[in-house]
């Protein structure tokens, strides 16, 4: 065992040096990780960011396209071959076609490579030809990534903090029943192991559904072909004797298997490979949800933070290094909001990793946050209301098919406001009611040369890849 896993740390060291070589002396490769929270928008955000950068007349922002640096965009086969192509083509005809309907969400990573031909600026242009930047973008489950979480608890700790969290949530109180009804320290009864991992994941599902973000294990949302599998058959128990053969005894050690077969593999041969990492959040339908569900974000905000900071203990060190050079966190929907209220949603977002980032030494790593609309689904107007100006956004309704026009409610200039009440516990926001409104994308007439309308996905695409376009 201890051969093998030498074997495979040299293979690793082996892998990332050639492709430094490869990358300094030929074509640049950067792998952008884009992973999301709960109905954050990750394939349209992909789906709009491959078609702006392959058609890139509403990118002015990102400067190697407003320059015409960038001479050429085309898509290529996925280096990868184990990895399941983003399915680029199919997303953007659901998105653009005579009836646009929202793709269906990604369940599992995927990949796809978009190769860009630049041509270089400053004293190299009269001296060098263009070159072929390769920009691989891997996509993920957020859950997944929270996952990195448990690999520095135990089950114990694990349990202490769910049960903890779920003592807040109302979604819970069917397990907290049937805990009620538990002995772990009985022997091991399977049918007992199934009951109850079924009701942890019915519970976590639920919490999802109504705007959490911190419902780990991941793999439990979305278990694909572990569906049933005894790593996925665990959940929390209160802390107490564990004997052998007991069911609390068998809990600890599926979760240590959960932590070793699933989670360590996914971090070790994808997520240690990322240099460029966007993560999508809908900050809009947590503040719906009101203070708890913001608590609950900016504590997962916190724990995604610590999964790019690989610390002196963590097992992270000897697999990833230092590589992640840049991390976008986009709160996403901001065409649900009229611009005036783009400033104020972008604070928020920054107030929610602020804590996190002041903590952590990233080892170098840039982060950013900023409010986006990786497809632009409304579009603005103002309305005289009670001797003032009230300013909306119109788009076409999910359910049922009318157009609206919709004010979501004033968000604060402040982020404190919403923070403080969040961090204490409150039930309900005290001064203010935030409505989110669910829309279908709209009809377009794109002219030759232009992606899909968007906010600012420009920007985000010069912080994530400006540099390297150079």
């Known amino acids: 065992m201890v051969i093998g896993a030498i074997s495979d740390s040299l293979g690793r060291g082996v892998e990332r040096v050639g492709s430094a070589v490869s990358e300094t002396f030929f074509e640049p490769v950067i792998r952008l990780g884009v992973t999301g929270l709960a109905r954050a928008g990750k394939t349209v955000f992909i789906t709009s960011l491959v078609s702006n950068l392959l058609d890139r007349g509403r990118m002015p922002g990102l400067q190697a396209a407003s320059s015409g640096r960038i001479e050429a965009a085309f898509l290529q086969p996925q280096p990868d071959d184990t990895v399941p192509r983003f ?4 997303y953007l005809a659901a998105l653009t076609g005579p009836e646009p309907h929202w793709p269906e969400s990604t369940r599992a990573i995927s990949e796809l490579r978009l190769s860009l031909r630049v041509r270089p600026q400053g004293m190299l242009s009269g001296m060098t030809g263009p070159r072929t930047v390769h920009i691989d973008i891997v996509d993920y489950p957020g859950e997944w990534l929270l996952d990195l979480g448990l690999m520095d ?3 114990d700790d694990w349990s202490a903090e769910t049960l903890k969290r779920a003592a807040t949530r109302d979604q819970s ?23 109850l991992a079924r009701v942890f994941t019915d519970y976590l599902q639920s919490a999802r559904n109504s705007g959490y973000s911190d419902c780990t294990p991941g793999r439990f949302l979305m278990p694909g072909e572990l569906e049933g599998s005894p790593a996925l058959t665990f959940a929390p128990l209160p802390a107490g004797e564990a004997p052998r053969k007991s069911l609390r005894r068998e809990m600890a050690r599926r979760f240590e298997a959960y932590k070793s077969q699933v989670v360590k593999p996914f971090f070790r041969d994808h997520f240690a490979r990322i240099d460029r990492q966007v993560v999508l959040v809908d900050a809009l339908d947590a503040i719906h949800n009101g203070p708890r569900a913001v608590e609950d974000l900016r504590q997962a905000m916190s724990g995604i933070l610590t999964a790019f900071r690989p610390g002196r203990n963590s097992f992270l060190t000897a697999i990833m290094g230092r590589r992640v050079e840049k991390i976008l966190f986009a709160a996403t929907k901001a065409d649900h909001l009229h611009h005036t209220q783009h400033k104020r949603l972008s604070a928020i977002m920054e107030a929610l990793v602020r804590d996190a980032r002041d903590r952590a030494d990233f080892a170098g790593a840039d ?4 409010a986006i609309a990786a497809l632009r689904a409304t579009v603005e107007e103002s309305r005289n209301h009670n001797g003032g100006t009230l300013d909306l956004v119109r788009g076409t309704l999910l359910d049922g098919g009318k157009q609206a026009a919709f004010h979501p409610g004033e968000l604060p200039d402040d982020p404190s406001h919403l923070l403080s009440p969040a961090r204490q516990g409150a039930d309900a926001w005290l001064d203010a009611d935030y409505q989110v409104m669910r829309f279908a994308p709209a009809k377009l007439t794109l002219r030759p040369g232009e992606g899909p309308p968007h906010i600012r996905m420009d920007r985000a695409a010069e912080f994530l890849l400006g540099d390297k376009l150079s």
């Open 87 to 90: 399915d680029y083509e199919a």
């Open 153 to 155: 608890q135990s089950y």
């Open 173 to 195: 109180k069917a397990y907290l029943a049937q805990l009620d009804e538990t002995d772990g320290a009985a022997e091991l009864s399977e049918a007992t192991a199934k009951t």
């Open 367 to 370: 982060t950013q946050a900023m």
